[in-house]
């Protein structure tokens, strides 16, 4: 990566509106739709506005808003996105959570990748196909705001202490929008193993 958008407390975006060529994008975005296994997760008897997948590296496990997650094989498509975004980053990554924006009603609320398996200060490397959505960034204390146009087939990365202070979120729009794909690249760590004392 060659630019940085510096973000108040030491955190910074990267955002690159033409990562994967049109014609590449178009491409991918429709075999992700029609070969992906999506489902809707949900949390306290609501399900969240959004269909979802998970894939990992083997052993690697994510849990996030109480759901936990087992890791699933890497398509030849993912892993290619992977190997390109680990060449712009210089980071390397064992996951990738999708996510499926059907149309303006799905959306992301207000969060942060802090969990605490991400290590700290943590880079999330976004990916986005389909139709364009509003990338909102909140600080927590300031509540000062930064807005990106997400665009088809850009690459979006968070990096520094940004999930500490910041949140993000995908808001809904009541205007017509296509479906739009969101690949969003992290490295899990593995949890040590527990101890117990005979």
Known sequence: MHSRIP?????????????????????????????????????????????????A????????????????PWTEELLQIRQQIEQATEVLFNSVLLNYYRDGRDSMGFHADDEPELGQNPVIASVSLGAARRFVLK??????????????????????????FWKHAIPKTAKPVRPRINLTFRHIHSKKPSTTKT
């Open 57 to 72: 590296d083997p052993t690697v496990v994510y849990t996030y808003s109480g759901i936990t997650h087992e890791s699933s």
């Open 7 to 55: 973000l108040l407390d030491d955190g910074w975006l990267h955002y690159e509106a033409s990562f994967i060529p049109q014609s590449e994008a178009d491409g991918l975005f429709e075999v992700l739709r029609s070969s992906t296994s999506w489902y809707q997760e949900g949390s306290r008897g609501r399900l969240f506005p959004r269909l979802v997948a998970w894939c």
């Open 139 to 164: 600080h927590n204390r300031t509540g000062e705001k930064h807005e990106i146009l997400l665009e088809h087939g850009s690459l979006l990365v968070m990096g520094g202490s940004c999930q500490h």
